[in-house]
């Protein structure tokens, strides 16, 4: 089993930076790709930003030049820099993991149990 911890959510200022943290431990293949997303409210969870085990990035257009993902491939974590935040950006936002199952070539996805980021004055 594949477990994911986030952290680094809290409450901010319009204008201000966080920075998400995720660290996966378990039974894990090769990781394929780690990703956020969020689920704000009265909305559908959403993608953030995904990064492949090659570094190859994906941002939501309404997050482009404002958040970074990155990944430490040895540590098995993922992270979100979060600036230039928006009350628009309010919602608890979630770790996921696409993995290889064993030496298999099947595919497993795996999800955090979220982290809170509150943009408000």
């Known amino acids: 089993q594949v477990q994911l911890v986030e952290s680094g959510g809290g409450l901010v200022q319009p204008g201000g930076s966080l920075r998400l943290s995720c660290a996966a431990s378990?039974?894990?293949?090769?990781?394929?790709?780690m990703g956020w997303y969020r689920h704000g409210p009265g909305k559908q969870r959403e993608l953030v930003a995904t990064?492949?085990?090659?570094?190859?990035?994906n941002y939501a257009d309404s997050v482009k030049g404002r958040f970074t993902i990155s990944r430490d491939n040895a540590k098995n974590a993922v992270y979100l820099q979060m600036s230039s935040l928006k009350p628009e950006d309010t919602a608890v936002y979630y770790c996921?993991?696409?993995?290889?199952?064993?030496?298999?070539?099947?595919?497993?996805?795996?999800w955090g149990q979220g982290t809170q980021v509150t943009v408000s004055s």
């Open positions: 378990g039974s894990i293949g090769s990781i394929y790709a």
């Open positions: 990064i492949t085990s090659g570094g190859s990035t």
């Open positions: 996921n993991c696409n993995s290889r199952v064993g030496l298999t070539t099947i595919q497993r996805t795996d």
